[in-house]
């Protein structure tokens, strides 16, 4: 196959899918922060993070003995997560547990797993 192969080589319109996506399209706003959301997922370390918390609340001493990784780096990206939306935390006591912020989240990061693992 050659990358020619790929590219659209008509002149025909197809106004009515054309209008029906544009009229659907979400305002700029919404892209950033999608685009955002997933730029905050490309990292392995958070990854792994939401990997540990998909299933369990855990503290940052636990999760960091879980990743071999200290607790300031694990604080450090939690706190990118939180501020992002995508893990939130409760206090208890002098500790702080983290879980997924939602079931959207919880979703999100489930389907990706099902998606890798599917394509092996």
């Known amino acids: 196959m050659s990358k020619n192969e790929f590219i659209c080589d008509c002149s025909v319109i197809h106004q ?3 209008d029906k996506t544009i009229k659907n399209m ?4 919404t892209f950033n922060k999608l685009a955002e959301f997933f730029k905050i997922l490309g990292d392995t370390t958070r990854v792994k993070i939401l990997f540990a918390l998909d299933k369990n609340e855990m503290c940052v001493c ?3 003995n879980v990743l071999g990784m ?4 694990i604080s450090h990206q939690l706190g990118t997560l939180r ?10 006591g002098k500790e702080v547990f983290y879980t997924l912020d939602d079931d959207h989240v919880k979703g999100v990061f489930e389907v990706g797993i099902e998606h890798i693992e599917h394509r092996k």
């Open 16 to 18: 009515d899918i054309v």
């Open 26 to 29: 979400p305002e700029e706003d």
């Open 62 to 64: 636990d999760i960091a």
């Open 70 to 73: 200290s607790k300031s780096s």
């Open 83 to 92: 501020r992002s939306g995508i893990v939130k935390c409760r206090k208890a």
